[in-house]
């Protein structure tokens, strides 16, 4: 059975379902610096605090992803392992441009092959390769998307 999704704004409702989506996404790929409960008292804290920037998609009433936008950022888009390949992040990513159209810059780690295809595939370039600015240590790929005039 196909279920509609629906994107809507993030509250701090929200933030369980949000942190248990970054846990699952991120569990095989990403050395783990904070226990489960610390990572939910941290979205606990934040999400809700910029609620135009917070996005989610649901498909049956279950949250089954989210983003963080921020201007022309995108800072998170994670979909729950069991949702992807279903369209739950193109739709995320068609919320994205609607809110920036003119351009969304993003960071993804080199070894998530499947984010990375995913950007690609949407129009997103590769501006530049690190060795891990961020709190992981993980080398990262610079990701840039602009709108064709």
Not at 19 to 27: C, E, F, K, P, V
């Amino acid at each position: 059975m196909d279920l509609a999704m629906e994107i809507t704004g993030a509250t701090r409702d929200d933030a369980l379902a949000i942190a248990d989506i970054h846990l699952a996404a991120r569990a095989h790929y990403v050395v783990r610096l904070h226990t489960d409960d610390e990572t939910r008292s941290w979205f606990a804290s934040i999400v809700g605090n910029r609620p135009s920037a917070w996005w989610l998609a649901r498909q049956g009433g279950r949250v089954v992803g989210y983003m963080l936008i921020d201007g022309e950022h995108l800072d998170h888009l994670y979909v729950h392992p069991e949702a992807q390949g279903s369209g739950v992040g193109s739709a995320l990513l068609h919320k994205a441009r609607s809110l920036s159209p003119r351009r969304i810059a993003l960071v993804t780690f080199q070894r998530n092959v499947s984010a990375r295809t995913f950007y690609e595939k949407h129009g997103f370039r590769p501006l530049r390769f690190t060795a891990g600015e961020n709190e992981e240590g993980e080398p990262d790929v610079h990701y840039l998307w602009e709108a064709k005039d």
